[in-house]
């Protein structure tokens, strides 16, 4: 099993800054890929970002291209998601998720990926 704990939401106005943490442990052998989804009240759960298991290759959605950072820490076993220029729409429920197969053009679906988080609240005021 993969234990995956995010940390750092909160509550930030608009055009601020927040940077999430995914703590990784257990049997992360196997796993290639690393993401973020969040899911707004009334709304399905939308990819946002993620990178290999190396932290050779990412992807972004459209939504928070040029905004948001993803990267890996391989000595501390954890991502990142660095959420720059902050708007309303931002507000979500943010989870970080595993998963161990790797298949082009479908990891920025949920049912690609194996484990998943509690998920962080992020609240953008205006």
């Known amino acids: 099993q993969v234990q995956l704990v995010e940390s750092g939401g909160g509550l930030v106005q608009a055009g601020g800054s927040l940077r999430l943490s995914c703590a990784v442990s257990?049997?992360?052998?196997?796993?290639?890929?690393m993401g973020w989804f969040r899911q707004a009240p009334g709304k399905e759960r939308e990819f946002i970002t993620g990178i290999t298991w190396s932290g050779g290759s990412t992807l972004y959605a459209d939504s928070v291209k040029g905004r948001f950072t993803i990267s890996r820490d391989n000595a501390k076993n954890t991502v990142s998601l660095q959420m720059n220029s902050l708007k309303p729409e931002d507000t979500a429920v943010y989870y970080c998720?595993?998963?161990?197969?790797?298949?082009?053009?479908?990891?920025?679906?949920?049912?690609?990926?194996?484990?998943w988080g509690q998920g962080t609240q992020v609240t953008v005021s205006s």
């Open positions: 998720t595993a998963a161990r197969r790797f298949i082009m053009n479908l990891m920025t679906t949920a049912t690609s990926y194996d484990y």
């Open positions: 257990g049997r992360t052998l196997g796993i290639n890929m």
